[in-house]
């Protein structure tokens, strides 16, 4: 059976994007399976990823490692793409 969706969030300090960010993600795990990780920007690894991305804003956001935003979080983008996930975890 494949695993739930991992959504990487990259925050920096301070950030109202990135608040916001994770309440949605909040209310999204709710709803369909995934994972949530959150990253701080001043990190090894929050360094890395912002070095690879290059996003202008944030939040990055990351769905199994691809890109998916930077700023603010697309709910309905990513609502979309949960529910296609769960039905496809669900058929096996």
């Known amino acids: 059976m494949p695993h ?3 959504v990487t969030l990259v925050q920096s300090p301070a950030c109202h994007l990135c608040l916001d960010a994770e309440q949605a993600l ?3 795990a709710a709803r369909f399976p995934v ?3 959150t990253v701080k920007l001043d990190s090894e690894e929050g360094r890395a990823l912002v070095a690879l991305h290059r996003p202008p804003m944030s939040p990055l956001a ?3 490692g691809v890109f ?3 700023g603010r979080l ?3 983008k990513l609502a979309a793409l949960l529910a296609g996930r769960a039905a496809a975890m669900a058929a096996g």
Do not use: T
């Open 74 to 76: 697309p709910r309905k």
């Open 35 to 37: 994972e949530v990780r």
């Open 26 to 28: 909040a209310e999204l």
């Open 68 to 70: 998916l935003s930077s």
């Open 62 to 64: 990351l769905v199994d």
């Open 4 to 6: 739930p969706p991992v």
